[in-house]
Structure formats: C-alpha cells, structure tokens
C-alpha cells in the first residue's frame, strides 16, 4: 500500500497567469467550451471547473468580456454570473475545430517533465523488500537473488519460462516494492495541444489528497500497466480523438513511474523486433518521442520499469541484438518437490479441504509421471478448486486422498494418446 511521499510542499495553484506556464489562449479556450456545454456558469464554478484560482478565472473572463465573447449577466452572492454573447459562441465553434477540450487546464509539458524526474523510485530494492512484496506467494529458495539484482537494474527485465510457472503474478507484484505515492497530472500541453495523462483505470488515487494540492495533479499509487497480446503499436503512439482534437498518452507514458508488464510477449501482433525497435531510445536513454497529428514531435520522460513476460525462449523471439538491449534475463521454471509441498499445504488449508503427506507424495507423483512440464505452483488451486465442486456436487468432506486425486484428473487433464500423456487445457492451448 502506498503512502504519501515525503516532501516539503506540493504543487499550489498558480495564483497568476504568468505562473501557469501554459499559453493563456488554452484557458480561454476552456472557458468558452464549458460555457458552451453549461450555457452559464460562474467565476467560482468555473474556477472549480477547470482546477484553476479564482484570480486566474477572473482575468481572462475579463479579457473575453472587454473583447465581447462574454458578458455578466448578474451576481450569485459575490460571484459573478457569465455567459458566452453571440461572439463567444461563434469564437468556440471556431476554435472547438482544433480542440473542443473542456476539462482540468493542462499543467506545462516542462512542468511533468520535472515533476517525473523527480518522482524516481526511492524505496530501497533489496531481498528485505522483495520478501515483503511477494509475502503472499512461495518462492523458492534463491529465485531472489537472481530477480533483485535485475530490479535493481536500470534496463528491462525478462521474465521467460514455460506457461503456468507464475511470471505473470510476479510481474504483478513488482509495484508493491514501491511504497511512495506520485504525482499524475490531469492534462500536459505542449504546442496548444491538449494531451489527458491521468487514467482512472490505472491510477489510482490515494484516499486522502494533501490539502492544498494543485487541482491540476492528482496523488495516485504507482501506476502498474499490463497488457498482453492485445498490444500494439497504436497503443505506444499518441492518440487523437477526431471529435474533441485532445489526445490520450500512450500507455508507457501513463506507466511513467511505475512498472509496465507487457505480458505474453512475442504473441503480439507487432513483432518483437517491432517493438524493440519502438523503444530503443526509450530503455537507453529514458526518454521517448511522441509526434502530434500536425507533425510537431516532444520529447517525454520514460520512467517505467518495463517487464517482459513470455513462454518463449529468448532465442525464439529475435538475434544477438535483441538478446543485447535486455540484459536481464529471469528464467522462472517448474517449482522443486519441497515448495510443492508449501504450495499444497497453503491452498488445503485455505479451502478447507484435508491432505496429508501421503496424498501430497501421490499427486506429486502422478503429475511428474502424466503430465508433461514438472511440478507447477497452479496445480495446487487447481485440484482443490475442482476437488470442492466434486465434493459440493457428490456431498461428501472435502478430502484430498488418492481416489480423490484420480476423480480430479479425468475432469480436470485431458488425454493425449499420441503423445502418451494427459495434459492441461492450457498446455493444449499453447
């Protein structure tokens, strides 16, 4: 769980347009997109619209009313009431042609520069921390000290090994070592284009925002971002909402300070070589390029510990070169009898189903002698899962013995006469 980051100050709202550090034409253009969606509004719902101070608000509705796009129209207590004159709707339209944006004002392409930089991961990468983000899984002895040292890396990490070994619940703990809360910013500008950063499917907020805090950011967890074999290469790349003209980032740049897992890796439909090729600059330098619809391109903060995740063999996947650019490469293979045995024990005793080491000895045994590919760590759940439907079904304890071993197998493998083994759903499908 994430906690908020030490710091001696968070970003304030700007109290002046010289300090927002965006073009004050894109506030304007805010303003008049929203008086166009709420017809009127005020100076205090308008500022609370766009995540701006009052101050700010009121100087440019005095800027679009001395040029006539807007007028008062009364008071509401204090505050004054606007809306757009007939100027200011013809003004929007026109401008809505390039963007029709109405939400948060962007904070500066510079500004989330900085703010990522400055975000780097602190907590300590160490065997103390690994242990405690991955307390909910049994690892075996020495896995540690081959995938720390690759965390600690600056480089992308490999995770490779046959189906069903548990890479993809690794990956997915990898962002429990990180313990400070970050800063995601609604909105960046850079040349009067509007890109939206902040995701609520993948960030996600903490439940008590520092007082104060620029509307602007929002303080989030470390985002963690999976994708599979639906990955590509739009997906990387800048894109543009033809009916708004605002974009959305790419995924690597909603992942920026946090872990991007791209699962199931050289299934995608763009080659390895092709995404490799994508983020050279990016996982050697730590910075990546994005290029608008008018041809503009800038330059971004590429902060993300990238994971790749695979069945295949790294020799499958592409040459020397490929193997060159990740370094860190973790084999995650077939668990050994003892952490079985851990595994086991873990999943009876949560589904409430007894075994004894008889039971465990026989299972063991039927699976190296049936089923290709060793001992998995999902076999456990599995059996038990399919164990308590039998038993939920028939009325009977939940008893992990041998008849209930062999029950287990006719529903749960499938039979490969040509090879002479029973294998699983999933062993089938790969």
């Not at 401008?95 to 004002?105: N, V």
């Not at 991955?134 to 690759?150: R, S």
């Not at 790419?250 to 199931?264: E, H, R, T």
């Not at 990740?326 to 086991?344: H, S, W």
Request: proline content about 6%; some cysteine; aromatic content about 8%.
């Amino acid at each position: 769980m994430s906690t908020v980051p030490t710091r001696t100050a968070y970003p304030r709202s700007p109290s002046s347009i010289q300090e927002l550090g965006i073009p004050v034409s894109i506030v304007e253009d805010i303003v008049l997109q929203r008086l166009v969606l709420e017809g009127r509004s005020s100076v205090g719902l308008m500022a609370k619209a766009t995540g701006l101070s009052v101050g700010i608000v009121d100087a440019v509705v005095d800027g679009l009313r001395q040029r006539m796009m807007l007028e008062i129209q009364g008071m509401n207590g204090r505050d004054y009431v606007i809306a757009s004159t007939d100027k200011g709707k013809t003004e929007a339209a026109s401008r809505a042609q390039a963007t029709s944006y109405a939400g948060y004002a962007p904070v500066s392409l510079a500004e989330y520069t900085q703010t990522v930089h400055a975000q780097k991961g602190r907590s300590p990468i160490n065997e103390a921390a690994l242990t405690e983000a991955f307390n909910d899984l049994i690892i075996e002895p020495g896995f540690f000290d081959e995938l720390g040292p690759a965390l600690v890396s600056k480089g992308a990490v490999f995770l490779y090994g046959p189906p069903g070994t548990g890479k993809t619940s690794l990956a997915e703990r990898m962002i429990k070592m990180y313990k400070e809360a970050i800063l995601i910013p609604r909105a960046v500008e850079y040349d009067r284009a509007i890109v939206t950063v902040f995701d609520p499917s993948i960030h996600e907020p903490v439940a008590q925002q520092p007082e104060g805090l620029d509307p602007r950011w929002v303080l989030c967890t470390r985002p963690f971002v999976l994708v599979g074999g639906e990955l590509t290469g739009e997906h990387l790349d800048l894109d543009r909402d033809d009916s708004t003209g605002v974009y959305r980032a790419p995924l690597q740049m909603k992942a920026n300070n946090g872990i991007f897992v791209i699962d199931d890796f050289g299934r995608q439909k763009m080659t390895p070589e092709a995404l490799l090729n994508r983020w050279i600059v990016p996982l050697s330098r730590s910075i990546d390029f994005l290029t608008l619809a008018h041809g503009a391109s800038f330059q971004i903060p590429f902060d993300a510990k990238v994971v790749f995740s695979t069945n295949m063999r790294p020799d499958q996947l592409g040459d020397d070169a490929f193997a060159r650019r990740i370094p860190n490469k973790v084999f995650v293979g077939q668990i050994e009898a003892p952490t079985f045995d851990r595994v086991l024990a873990a999943v009876c005793k949560a589904m409430g189903i007894s075994c004894n080491q008889e039971s465990a000895d026989y299972l063991k045994t039927f699976i190296l002698e049936n089923a290709e590919g060793g001992l998995r760590p999902y076999y456990p759940a599995d059996f038990g899962k399919t164990l308590t439907s039998i038993c939920e079904y028939e009325g009977r304890p939940k008893v992990l013995d041998k008849d209930a071993i062999d029950r287990v197998a006719k529903i749960y493998f499938t039979r490969d006469d040509s090879a002479g083994h029973w294998q699983t759903q999933a062993q089938v499908a790969a």
